[in-house]
């Protein structure tokens, strides 16, 4: 089976930090920052870079769109 | 492979849709308008319908709607969203409306509206969002508030004795004659909100064949006035709402014939 790794860019401004993505993701990649950002909510980031599989789970349940999603097939 | 290896558009698998403009989302943190929103756009974009889409959106938290997706918008005065859809729809054949309504709008002061443009079989689409309390005006009973359920009207919680029954307004308009896709759907987890947009689409495509009202109920979460945490209310919605509120498809003409009524003989 080819091996598939992904990646996902948060846009920091727009994450709300209602914390869905990280509950969808299967892979246990993503987390809420500690930090917050201009608007004071914990953008959710890679915890695990190196677990993401690119699935677009997190990005489909994300109410504000704020996720995008890279997958490279090796 | 390094991560900017992979951030690359070569390898794009899911983006923001193009319908779904630069406004950042007056909703709450974890607001399933949001996710709707997103489907709506994504099944318009599919369809390429982008031109000639006319929503009319309600009184409630998607007043702002027309903000957040780029087709056509009509403001309706509360409730009246199927009225006014009626209007666009009877003058512009060729066009595709939908309305955009919540539980206080539909269930509650628009239900007359609702009921006779389902019955006259209007050619439109129809997506309620069920979240089961009035979400914008600060969490007081709807119609569709569950028995027990705690809310700012009803602090015990909602009482039959007092307050009545849940209305379950879906199953209502699967009944009439003029509706021919009645579902219900959800949007808590990925599999349910691909099946929803999946239902969202089908829905576009009978009202593109103009076979009469399609309706798309989305039972909904309200965390900042069920008080709990976007995840605890999705929790909450699948233990106490999915048991009253059970999800699938009421009504579909493609697969049953539509119920006929003989004229009288003059």
Known sequence: MAKVIGAVVVDNEECKGCGLCVVACPQDVLSQNKQVNSRGYHYSF??????CIGCSNCATVCPDTCITVYRVKL | MELKDIIN???????KPKLITENTMHYCPGCSHGVIHKLLAEVIEDLGIQDKTI????????????????????E???????????????????????????DGDLASIGTAEILHACNRGENMVVI???????????????????????????????????NGYPLKITELIAQLPGTSYV??????????????????????????????????????????????????????MVENMFPFYVLGDLK??????????TPLKN
């Open chain 2, 128 to 162: 309620f969002v069920n979240n089961g309390i009035y979400g914008m005006t600060g969490g007081q009973m709807a119609p569709t508030t569950l028995i027990g359920q705690v809310t700012a009207t009803t602090p015990n919680g909602r009482d039959v004795g007092r």
């Open chain 1, 46 to 51: 890679m915890k695990n870079p190196e677990a």
């Open chain 2, 9 to 15: 558009p070569n390898n794009l698998v899911y983006e």
């Open chain 2, 183 to 236: 579902t219900r759907q959800s949007v808590h987890t990925p599999a349910t909100i691909r099946k929803c947009k999946k239902a969202i689409a089908k829905a576009f495509q009978a009202a593109l064949d103009k076979k009469g009202t399609s309706f798309v109920e989305v039972v909904s979460t309200c965390n900042m006035n069920w008080k709990m945490t976007p995840v605890k209310a999705n929790e909450w």
């Open chain 2, 76 to 102: 309706a005065a509360h409730g009246r969203a199927p009225a006014v859809a009626t209007g666009i729809a009877r003058t512009n054949p060729d066009k595709v409306v939908f309305t955009y309504q919540g």
């Open chain 2, 55 to 74: 929503g009319v959106s309600p009184v409630g938290c998607a007043v702002f709607a027309y903000n957040y997706l780029d087709v056509d918008w009509q």
């Open chain 2, 252 to 261: 579909d003409s493609s697969k049953t014939d539509p119920a006929s009524y």
